[in-house]
């Protein structure tokens, strides 16, 4: 069993769409939640952390942790065509060495 | 932006020969990372550094080699290319605090044909 999940889409939304992206994981011990963007030809950008379960917000983009499902959800309101990227999901646990990445999703967003 | 480089881009090279992948960085980070990545696939660690004269070997097995003996230079080896070398490999560094903020640079991307 892979130690997290993410769908590889692709998604092709049109723009001002509310885009939900997600993943889930089967390691309880994760605490570190990232969702890192990675442009075609480019190395990933981190775009946002959460630390534990709860809610983070950032402009446009709003990432969920529900660690009793083991469910994590990157939400982007008002997507715009500078927001076609694949998405690529990331734990890790406290003190550890290394991070664990989903596949990515590949998001188009059409103008 | 993050200051962190890896050359080349695009590299074709025939099965048998030796090859130097490069990365470096200019933040002054302790830690470095060498990932490979492939259509479809999440992010693998294959090699990974705390600092000088420190390497370690990451989840994912491979004939790579890579040395440390300058902070900012984190170069990757393969001794004999094979066809099943080819992928993208990704390096990335951080500083010393969490795990999370990692710095990707652009790739490189090797074919052996």
């Known amino acids: 069993q892979k130690e997290v999940e993410q769908d590889p889409g692709p998604l092709s939304v049109p723009e001002g769409a509310i885009v939900s992206l997600n993943c889930t994981y089967s390691?309880?011990?994760?605490?570190?939640f990232m969702w890192y963007r990675q442009y075609s030809r480019k190395g990933p950008e981190l775009l946002m952390y959460?630390?534990?379960?709860g809610n983070k917000e950032d402009g446009r983009f709003t990432a969920q942790v529900d660690k009793s499902s083991k469910y994590i959800s990157l939400f982007i309101r008002d997507s715009q065509p500078s927001d076609s990227a694949t998405y690529l999901c990331?734990?890790?646990?406290?003190?550890?060495?290394?991070?664990?990445f989903g596949t990515g999703t590949r998001l188009t967003v059409i103008p | 932006e993050a200051d962190i480089y890896q050359t080349p881009r695009y590299l074709v090279i025939g099965t048998g020969k030796k090859i130097t992948l490069e990365c470096s960085q200019t933040?002054?980070?302790?830690?470095m990372y060498w990932y490979q990545q492939d259509p479809g696939m999440e992010l693998h660690l294959i090699h990974y550094?705390?600092?000088?004269?420190?390497?370690e070997k990451g989840d994912l097995s491979s004939e790579s080699t890579v040395s440390r003996i300058r902070t900012e230079h984190f170069p990757l080896t393969l001794e004999s290319a094979r066809p099943s070398h080819t992928s993208q490999y990704l390096c990335?560094?951080?500083?010393?605090?969490?795990?999370?903020?990692?710095?990707f640079g652009p790739g490189t991307r090797l074919t052996v044909t």
């Open positions: 990335a560094s951080r500083t010393g605090g969490s795990v999370y903020e990692q710095y």
């Open positions: 390691n309880s011990a994760f605490q570190y």
């Open positions: 959460t630390y534990s379960s």
């Open positions: 990331a734990m890790s646990q406290t003190g550890a060495n290394n991070l664990f």
């Open positions: 933040m002054g980070h302790d830690k």
């Open positions: 550094s705390y600092g000088v004269n420190s390497t």
